[in-house]
T-cell receptor, first 110, second 110 residues
């Protein structure tokens, strides 16, 4: 059974600081890994998708890495802004389903 | 392209009743999956459909069922509602570009 862990559970930083969010998973037989953002009471917004054969993916201020052999992914958000405040979820795709971590709740202080 | 559409957005039901939730995927996507999100359990996988076939099912009681139609639209049904079924139900449609979620249906059982 795939277990996904996200550390830390919560993070509070001043505006402008870089954010580092960690995700680990137990089964390396994955199809891809996806990072999502969720605002309170809303659905999930896709941020980045990394295929199992890729090591890294970038979009604007966001960069995600994947080390499948060690079961780890890291999401970097550069120069954080108050609008980045949200819960960030890591999801591992395998066996026709997504397995989610519990998320990291980020607060960026103005 | 229109995103994933879930209806209704909000529902209030009484214990013992049944409910049907609907999901219209992104045009061209043939995979639709359903997730339950609660504060205590996080995001849990319910089931996944591809071209009207269920390919995987999560660990939920038989009261939870789903189906997919030939136009890829999907419905999920919960019978004999319990208080613990109160949750945000999220639908995702998927392609090789990843999973994309709707805004969810907030179900409250009273």
């Amino acid at each position: 059974k795939q277990e996904v862990t996200q550390i830390p559970a919560a993070l509070s930083v001043p505006e402008g600081e870089n954010l580092v969010l960690n995700c680990s998973f137990t089964d390396s037989a994955i199809y891809n890994l996806q990072w999502f953002r969720q605002d309170p009471g809303k659905g999930l917004t896709s941020l980045l998708l990394i295929q199992s054969s890729q090591r890294e993916q970038t979009s604007g201020r966001l960069n995600a890495s994947l080390d499948k052999s060690s079961g780890r992914s890291t999401l970097y958000i550069a120069a954080s802004q108050p609008g980045d405040s949200a819960t960030y979820l890591c999801a591992v795709n395998g066996d026709y389903k997504l397995s989610f971590g519990a998320g990291t709740t980020v607060t960026v202080r103005a | 392209k229109a995103g994933v559409t879930q209806t209704p957005r909000y529902l209030i039901k009484t214990r013992g009743q049944q409910v049907t939730l609907s999901c219209s995927p992104i045009s061209g996507h043939r995979s639709v999956s359903w997730y339950q999100q609660t504060p205590g359990q996080g995001l849990q996988f319910l089931f996944e459909y591809f071209s009207e076939t269920q390919r995987n099912k999560g660990n939920f009681p038989g009261r939870f069922s789903g189906r997919q139609f030939s136009n890829s639209r999907s419905e999920m049904n919960v019978s004999t509602l319990e208080l613990g079924d109160s949750a945000l139900y999220l639908c995702a449609s998927s392609s090789s570009l990843g999973a994309f979620f709707g805004q969810g249906t907030r179900l409250t059982v009273v």
